[in-house]
């Protein structure tokens, strides 16, 4: 296993059970990212990062390598191809704690191989930063170029994580 990581701290004006929600409820996940991930999220079990186009396609798989909920979240993390060689599996943590009014996300890609390195250098920013964006106004980021956001803001998902902005 390489000793190479990348590591992406941000912080969002939300709470820890919206960002937990968001990182493993599929309808949530599909708004900011357009994939979602499917599991039963506990300890052991596989999960699929699964892409919302047409066919389904199937992107990363992995296995839930330990789960404290709204605290902290680690997968393993592989190509499909290669889920039967463990020398390429690559492991995430996403750590979420509370820091005033706001959430504080620390994502730790560990154990890369240089091919997993160069892509996810690009790509954990964008979704973390679309992340935000959802969280905090309910619209979330164009990380796929596509000219349009990552799903409608009218959707109820996205106006049930969207902050109370009323006076206190």
């Not at 191989?113 to 920013?125: H, K, L």
């Not at 803001?153 to 006076?167: D, G, I, L, V």
């Amino acid at each position: 296993m390489s000793t190479e990581k990348f590591v992406y701290v941000t912080y969002i004006a939300s709470t820890p059970a919206k960002v937990w929600a968001a990182l493993q409820e599929g309808d949530l996940m599909r708004q900011y990212w357009k994939h979602e991930g499917v599991s039963e999220w506990t300890p052991g079990a596989k999960w699929e990062l699964v892409a919302d186009d047409g066919p389904r396609t199937v992107k990363h798989v992995g296995r839930v390598l330990e789960t404290v909920p709204e605290k902290r979240l680690v997968l393993s993390w592989a190509d499909p191809a290669d889920v039967a060689n463990p020398k390429r599996h690559t492991r995430v943590a996403i750590d979420i704690e509370t820091v005033g009014a706001m959430v504080r996300i620390a994502l730790t890609h560990d154990e890369l191989t240089e091919e997993m390195s160069q892509r996810i250098r690009y790509g954990w920013p964008l979704v973390l930063s679309s992340l935000k964006s959802f969280l905090e106004t309910g619209e979330p980021l164009d990380i796929l170029g596509t000219g349009t956001a990552c799903s409608a803001a009218s959707s109820s998902a996205a106006s049930s994580t969207k902050p109370s902005r009323a006076a206190a």
